[in-house]
T-cell receptor, first 115, second 108 residues
Framework: EPEVTQTPSHQVTQMGQEVILRCVPI?????FYWYRQILGQKVEFLVS????????KSEIFDDQFSVERPDGSNFTLKIRSTKLEDSAMYFC?????????????FGPGTRLLVL | GQQVMQIPQYQHVQEGEDFTTYCNSS?????IQWYKQRPGGHPVFLIQ?????EVKKQKRLTFQFGEAKKNSSLHITATQTTDVGTYFC????????FGSGTKLNVKP
């Protein structure tokens, strides 16, 4: 069964450093998402991406964040200057179509720890 | 922003007991989705409800969408230890909003 993959599984970084989280969505999917989940809390929407541009973004997704689809398979989330409060699990998700009925498939996540 | 409230936050049950989690919105929803997240895992889609008053079943899980499409529930009959995890509802207002989740613990 096709699945979303994410690398790395864990990332430890120093405050102020840049990090890039990588995702490989399911191959025929068109819509891509990033979410974060602070330990023990709910899943929070960050951004949706379609046709090489951002469709929607949340208040969390400020100028420190950016997304990119550098090639036909990868989808990346960059945090330019990490803060302590960026420590969280980051999930990538993809779905095939724009229709609400289409389910999102989540990747296993990258656990980011900012020291 | 759009909010969906989910209760209870935690539920501890004895294996074999039933479990229910509820989601409520102040806004009429076009659809609602339910996800399960095992400890240390990622959200896994369970089901989507679209129609007013819709009821769907998956084995021991029963999902309901309110008549006014402002609330939804997930009911598990005769819980098993494999049901342990956090259950989230999620709604789509162009952005996806997840409820705060109900963490279910099942004691054998």
């Amino acid at each position: 069964e096709p699945e979303v993959t994410q690398t790395p599984s864990h990332q430890v970084t120093q405050m102020g450093q840049e990090v890039i989280l990588r995702c490989v969505p399911i191959s025929n999917h068109l819509y891509f998402y990033w979410y974060r989940q602070i330990l023990g809390q709910k899943v929070e929407f960050l951004v949706s991406f379609y046709n090489n541009e951002i469709s929607e973004k949340s208040e969390i997704f400020d100028d420190q964040f950016s997304v990119e689809r550098p090639d036909g398979s990868n989808f990346t989330l960059k945090i330019r200057s990490t803060k302590l409060e960026d420590s969280a699990m980051y999930f990538c998700a993809s779905k095939g179509t724009r229709f609400f009925q289409e389910t999102q498939y989540f990747g296993p996540g990258t656990r980011l720890l900012v020291l | 922003g759009q909010q969906v409230m989910q209760i209870p936050q935690y539920q501890h049950v004895q294996e074999g007991e039933d479990f229910t989690t509820y989601c409520n919105s102040s806004t009429t929803l076009s659809n609602i989705q339910w996800y399960k997240q095992r400890p240390g895992g990622h959200p896994v889609f369970l089901i989507q409800l679209v129609k007013s008053g819709e009821v769907k079943k998956q084995k021991r899980l029963t999902f309901q969408f309110g008549e006014a499409k402002k609330n939804s529930s997930l009911h598990i009959t005769a819980t098993q230890t494999t049901d342990v995890g956090t259950y989230f509802c999620a709604v789509n207002f162009n952005k996806f909003y997840f409820g705060s989740g109900t963490k279910l613990n099942v004691k054998p």
